[in-house]
């Protein structure tokens, strides 16, 4: 049987919360990026605002209906194209061509332009596409908020399907600074509740932190193991196996458990990365000599 986490109403004995939420609607993002500042929260944070081309391909989306189609051009414009059936058999037209012209910008983005004087099309795709280069999706928000529990030392309690995270009572500040501008600039509710520092809490917890761990040595034994990787890049896995190693003493505080196990697999990782790392510099350094 799987062990549950103890939830209670009574914040002053948890060790954390377990954290869920529910979307609804995109969020406006210079409303976002004015609560995130009123929370004093650093804007290295918040997720990117959708590129340029991610706004238009949403904004031509839009248009399509019955007989009425989207092409892509190579070049990366898009054309509405019509469909007609004269009885004979289907007839397709060309209808507006829009693209981005990189020359000309609004606010730092690109301006979007178009042609073939099918004026309404261009301005209803051009509302869209200014509408979509400054909003988040709720599939947007639900990406960055599972990456968000990682920056609070957060873990997952079903892998399979996301959606319940525990984030250590530390650490919850930031996330409720968070989650109150996300919720001052949308329809988006949050919930936490209070965890019991029980046995079976625990082992619920710490389950989730092994599994976390695993995954992580995992994809960078097999890093290793192909050998691709740069010099500049395997310092980047040792700072995050490094920075996994913290959230580790984090929860060996919180929770009075002495991981060791877990110590020792990340304590071998860092070596064989630092190692691999080591070697990777060195031929860059022999290589670029012998030019």
């Known amino acids: 049987m799987t062990p549950k986490l103890t939830i209670t109403d009574k914040d002053d004995v ?6 869920y939420w529910s979307l609804s ?3 406006d993002g210079s409303r976002l990026i004015d609560e995130w500042q009123k929370q004093g929260l650093p804007i290295g944070l918040l997720p990117k605002l959708p590129s340029a ?16 189609l989207t092409r892509r051009h190579p070049d ?13 058999g289907l007839d397709y037209a060309l209808g507006a061509h829009i693209w981005l012209d990189e020359n000309n910008s609004l606010n730092g983005a690109p301006m979007l332009v178009g042609s073939n004087a099918y004026d309404n099309e261009i301005a209803s795709i051009r509302t869209a596409y200014y509408h979509y280069r400054n909003c988040l999706s709720p599939e947007d928000i639900s990406g960055w908020l599972c990456r968000l529990t990682s920056k609070v030392n957060g873990v997952t309690l079903r892998p399979e399907t996301g959606g319940f995270y525990y984030i250590p009572r530390c650490e919850l500040d930031l996330w ?3 989650t109150s501008a996300i919720k001052a600039a949308s329809a988006h509710t949050f919930y936490a509740i209070p965890a019991l ?9 710490l389950d989730a932190l092994r599994r976390e761990v695993e995954d992580e040595a995992k ?16 310092r980047t896995r040792i700072s995050r196996t490094e920075a996994t190693r913290a959230k580790v003493e984090t929860y060996e505080a919180l929770l009075g458990s002495k991981l060791v196990d877990i110590r020792t ?3 071998a990782l860092s070596a064989s990365a630092t190692a691999a790392a080591l070697t990777a510099e060195a031929e860059a350094d022999t290589a670029a000599g012998a030019r």
């Not at 509405?80 to 059936?85: I, K």
């Not at 994809?219 to 395997?234: H, Q, R, S």
Request: net charge negative.
């Open 197 to 205: 520092k029980s046995e079976q809490a625990a082992a619920a917890v």
């Open 219 to 234: 994809k960078l034994m097999d890093e290793l193991n192909e050998g691709v990787l740069g010099g500049k890049a395997l």
């Open 76 to 88: 990366g414009s898009w054309y509405l194209v019509r469909e007609t059936d004269d009885g004979d």
């Open 176 to 178: 409720q600074q968070a």
């Open 53 to 68: 081309e991610a706004a238009l391909r949403h904004a031509v989306y839009d248009q399509r209906k019955k007989h009425l």
């Open 25 to 27: 609607g995109d969020i």
């Open 14 to 19: 948890s060790t954390g919360s377990v954290v």
């Open 265 to 267: 697999k990340l304590e």
